[in-house]
């Protein structure tokens, strides 16, 4: 696996392009499956889970190639009853095709996706939604067989809880289903919005899109159209933090920027400059970072668990002290090991809680990442640290960042890759 040198130290200036949003194109595309037309996806992200999720619409029949300006599916000859049982290995984005396949095949078999390093990842509100249409299903040596028996037939759906993942699946089979489906409880996620509009672009009805209680009329004929994915909220917050955290001043265009009030709201607080300009947002960092006694993540439209690492690294150069309480998943603060070796003060006060001293100046380390998100943390870390940092086990980042050290390059930090 390769790894990433960073020389820290480095001022970030300039400005880069946000790619397109991973969490946005992977619904859309599994939803494609359901035009039995041609679609063109523009902005697709190249990262890892497009190109798999794209074997996996492949494995189904459908056609796919990488244009000019987008991904073009043509899912005339889908034929989701052939989805090879293993074909939807480990892969957690490839949950999304849950719903599709059940309301357009009216079965499915898929490898029940374990859970990560940032959490259990159940999937249980997935399943009673379906339930809830009509689905049963039945589990045997770690496959999930399902089946939606005559057909999904329009239900009420309360959501116990938000969850992004669940909804998604459930609007994707709601749309299958005969009948309306009044799904309450919604996440409001962007990327379930950006789902939203798609399925009514194909000639889906939904209403209450962006809120959080969904209304679905399910039967309707879905053909294929040209859609664009919007700009990757995560990616944007990830670049607004580094420049945070190495007193920088970044243009990052295109950014969503009405997706991002929660995180520009951190930075503001934190002492930065954030102005909404044409080409996307400009942030620059204060000559000192204040201190934020408290951060916590919340469902959307809240600070997002996915940049929790990443402000928890730029709080250690950060004045005071700071409680981070991360709400979303169990097991998101592995960022403190490698970050006190680097030097930095900080402390888990339980699962759910850790504490950041700052300021300190981080010291570049070896290490190596975990996971997408924790990975992106520690490249934060090597451009704040003194000296030289290797973060080994880039592969995570290939999951989410189509070439984080092209992005973080164009903004002059000295990042390369081997
Ligand atoms: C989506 O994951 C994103 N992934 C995650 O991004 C993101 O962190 C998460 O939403 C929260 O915003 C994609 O969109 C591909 P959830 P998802 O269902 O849908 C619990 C990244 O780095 N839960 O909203 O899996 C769950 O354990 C990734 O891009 C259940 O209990 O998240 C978690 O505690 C990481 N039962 C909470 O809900 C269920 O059936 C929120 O999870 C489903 C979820």
Known sequence: MDSIHIHGGVCLQGKVRIQGSKNAALPVLAATILTKGINLIHNCPKIADVYLM?????????VVSWEEDGVRVDARNAAPNKMPVSAIKGMRSSLCLLGALLGEAGEVAMEYPGG??????PIDLHLAAFRSLGAEFREENGIIYGNAGKGLMGAHIDMPRSSVGATENTVLAAVSAEGVTVLTGAAREPEVETLCKYLCRCGAQIEGIGTDRLVIVGGRRLSGTEFGV????IVAGTYLLACLGTGGAVLLEDAPVSHMEAVVGFACRMGAECQ???????????GRLLSCDRLTTEIYPGFPT??????LVVMTAAEGKCLIEETIFE????ILEPLRRMGGKV????????EVEGPVFLNGTETEAWELRGGAAL???????????IVKGCDYIDRGYENICRDLRELGARIYRV
Do not use: W
């Open 54 to 62: 794209l074997e996996l619409l492949r494995s189904l029949g459908c």
């Open 116 to 121: 990560c390093v940032i959490g259990e990842r």
């Open 230 to 233: 919007p700009a990757d909220r």
């Open 276 to 286: 909404e300009a044409q080409e996307g947002l400009y942030v620059q960092a204060p």
């Open 306 to 311: 996915d940049l929790q690492s990443v402000a």
């Open 331 to 334: 097991n998101r603060f592995r």
């Open 347 to 354: 402390r888990l006060i339980d699962a759910g809680k850790a």
């Open 379 to 389: 490249v934060t870390a090597g451009l704040m640290a003194d000296g030289e940092t």
